[in-house]
């Protein structure tokens, strides 16, 4: 995938220009009719990138090495995205790039090429004046982006933080936050609701909270949080006691699990339909005897225990049905799908039956084809946004 | 490997469920026996979880075949309930314990003067078993009431060990103090070998760490910076910087052999080690193995997949660290496309050898006999049960013994022949 020349080519030095530059290059310089051409590299559409930001200089590090043997240039567009600007070139030299980058972010053949809007890269003929006004809005839009992301920059937390957003939490009152979302399962045309995840909306109380912070910038400090996070909610649903006859699940730390909060919940919510836990597998792989205890002791109180956290990555390398839990929650990622098809066109599906399909919670659910392709896996329980459409559209169809 | 037994309901939960338990064996308390398996009463070094686990597995069976009921408690003894049919396999279980344990003190005292075992008959002996399943589930005032000095010594361990936890501001120090640190004096080698006789290990690659416990005592003394696995974590990433920065060193580990260092995922996609890289000769990373850890992959594995490539396609090996009898068989080494599996020795192997050896043998021929590394090796059994297993890979004190040995067995004939040629 990667050769030791694609790695030292990072070592130029860098080369990028803004984009107003872009924009006043373009107005000075005229192309040779046939051979000039641009292109975008969308390095703000790689989820990689933007947990791991010293990946983009990698991606610069490759297109760098154009500029530096062609009279190529190479432009940064505010929003994290990069213009390379290439007049009269072979359009081969920059492809082989272009795919050596596509392979780079495990990006499919399609999207390299496609036009979609998640394409990877937009192809610009220079010698089409409709292009060069395309290149233009693209150099405009990147500054209007950027400008306003401005407005909603949070420095990264620190450990400092913690102790802070610990304290105020002790007084902050958590039920104005708790929102829920269903997770059910289809079989043909009948919907049934296996549990509503409960939750502390993190985007709302951060507001409240800490509204200047990064809450995810570090995870294990983000970790502490939702373990302080856990107890807040715990104490609100103990006070409040089952509102419904329908099952609930709560996402929690393992340490929760044996907290007085978690005890308290427990008499409370005792007779309940039966609450799902939800432990993410980090945790269970951070604390395996802990996990252990933890999951025995809430089967035998009778609870369900649910394996949270992972996606079609986690079920390729990782022998999650090992962990013996009720049930596994796989995050919907059609690229992860797409790179994992290509690798082995079966292995998924082999996963899927080790696992067991019954035991498989299809999370993150956005689209219908999402759910065309898990149940061609033969998975079919289901929770997301598309879900909450689709049982809105339904109640309100009885409604009528 | 299941992580226990299905029917294992250890656990503060578990008390309440035996309370219930009895409860209703009130009305049903004809031809049935019981056991109490006071393995609080074991001194503290034979009660680590595998010890327990070994304890409970044969119980946990019985019970998983619907021979009797198994309830663990909060504070590890075991009650078993059963009919009379089954009470010989439930001697021989509890011979099977007592061997376990045979070198404690309160099993050496011999079945006469037990502490250790009660049995219940319990139609004739109700009340006395409601007692006991009391006392042992009030488990602080009942485990300090049992157990004498070494409750109250676990107790005050319990609390000490609470008050000296790692908290954010601790954490926020400690970080301010790694930027400054020199810690070249607190790194610490350990080999990994291959072991083709009892005598002579071939170093393959030295493991290079930071002594944790000697940085806390040096940073700040009494408190436990592995008390929080997930602040601990956090650390650790600190701490990554800091050691890139020691192999960056003229005259540091790399001037030796091949050598390997534990980082994180993040540390591999960051300005750090790419700043490190650029400075090597490009033939030195091939003398690098990257140790990670599980936990860390999971937390991103679509960020572990980008790395791996990128370090593996520069000449660095990958080797996953840490994995236990519980976690190894969760672990894809061909889809984790990873160089070595590193495998803690368990004494718990040498307690079911047979089973675990079988165990064993298999995961060497999964994984190769190459690519498995047998660590925390400490003794001459642990590295036997491993080469009887085709284990080829050690690594741990034992192993670190023998090349001590084997050094000076060296030294001993160069002066022989030094000694030789004077005369």
Known sequence: ?400 | MPASAAVDTRSKGADALLAEFLRRLESRKEGRLAVHVMLSRLRPFNRREHHLHAARAGFAQLADERRGQLFVLSNADLFFFFSKEVEGLVRSEIMRVRFLFTEDPIVAKGPDADGFITWYTVDRQYDALVRAARGASDSNAAVRAVTGRDGAWADLKARQKASSALTPELLDRIEAGLVQADLSSLLRRHAVCSVPNETSPEPRFVEWTVCISDLAQTMLPHFDFASDPLLFQHLTESLDRRMLALLAKPGGPLDGGDISVNLNVATLLSEHFFTFDEKLFTARRGCIVIELKLEDIAQDPESYEFARKLAQAKGYRLCLDGLTLWTFDLVDRGQLGLDYLKLNFDALMLVEAEERRAWLEDAVARTGPAQLILSRVESAEGAAFGRAAGVQLFQGRHIERLLAEARQRRQYVRLNRRASGDT
Not at chain 1, 61 to 68: E, M
Not at chain 1, 103 to 132: C, H, K, N, Y
């Open chain 1, 1 to 400: 995938m990667f050769s030791q020349d694609a790695v030292a080519v990072s070592k130029y030095p860098l080369r990028e220009r803004r984009e107003q530059s872009l924009r006043a290059y373009l107005a000075i310089e005229t192309f040779s009719r046939g051979a000039s051409f641009a292109v975008v590299v969308h390095l703000s559409r790689v989820p990689i990138i933007s947990r791991q930001p010293s990946l983009r200089r990698f991606a610069i590090g490759l297109l760098n090495g154009i500029s530096v043997r062609r009279d190529a240039r190479l432009f940064t567009l505010a929003r994290g995205d990069v213009a390379l600007v290439c007049p009269e070139m072979p359009v081969d030299e920059v492809d082989t790039v272009l795919k050596r980058i596509g392979d780079m972010f495990g990006i499919g053949r399609a999207a390299l090429t496609g036009d979609g809007r998640e394409a990877l890269f937009s192809w610009f003929d220079l010698s089409r004046p409709q292009d060069v006004s395309a290149l233009e809005q693209c150099a405009s839009e990147a500054e209007t982006a950027v400008e306003e992301g401005n407005a909603t920059v949070r420095r990264p937390i620190t450990a400092r933080d913690v102790s802070i957003i610990a304290k105020t939490l002790e007084t902050q009152p958590v039920a104005p936050f708790i929102q829920s979302q269903r997770a059910v399962s289809l079989a043909g045309a009948q919907v049934g609701t296996l549990f509503c995840e409960t939750f502390l909306s993190i985007g709302e109380l951060q507001r409240v909270v800490a509204p200047d912070i990064d809450l995810f910038a570090k995870p294990a400090l983000f970790h502490f949080i939702s373990r302080i996070l856990d107890r807040c909610m715990l104490r609100s649903l103990a006070a409040s006691g089952p509102q419904s006859v329908k099952p609930i699940s709560l996402n929690l730390n393992i340490g929760t699990l044996f907290t007085p909060e978690f005890r308290r919940f427990d008499q409370v919510w005792h007779g309940a339909a039966r609450p799902v836990i939800e432990i993410q597998i980090v945790d269970a792989l951070t604390d395996t005897e802990g996990f252990a205890i933890a999951r025995d002791d809430l089967k035998a109180r009778g609870y369900l225990v649910l394996l949270d956290g992972l996606t079609p990555l986690h079920l390729a390398a990782i022998d999650v049905g090992g962990l013996q839990t009720d049930l596994i929650k796989v995050a919907w990622s059609r690229p992860q799908i797409e790179a994992l098809r290509l690798r082995d066109p079966d292995l998924l599906r082999r996963r899927i039956e080790k696992v067991g399909r019954d035991r498989i919670v299809l999370g993150r659910v956005e689209t219908e084809e999402a759910i065309a392709t898990a149940v061609g896996f033969g998975v079919t329980r289901f929770q997301g946004y598309y879900i909450d459409r689709l049982m809105q559209a339904i109640a309100a169809k009885r409604r009528l």
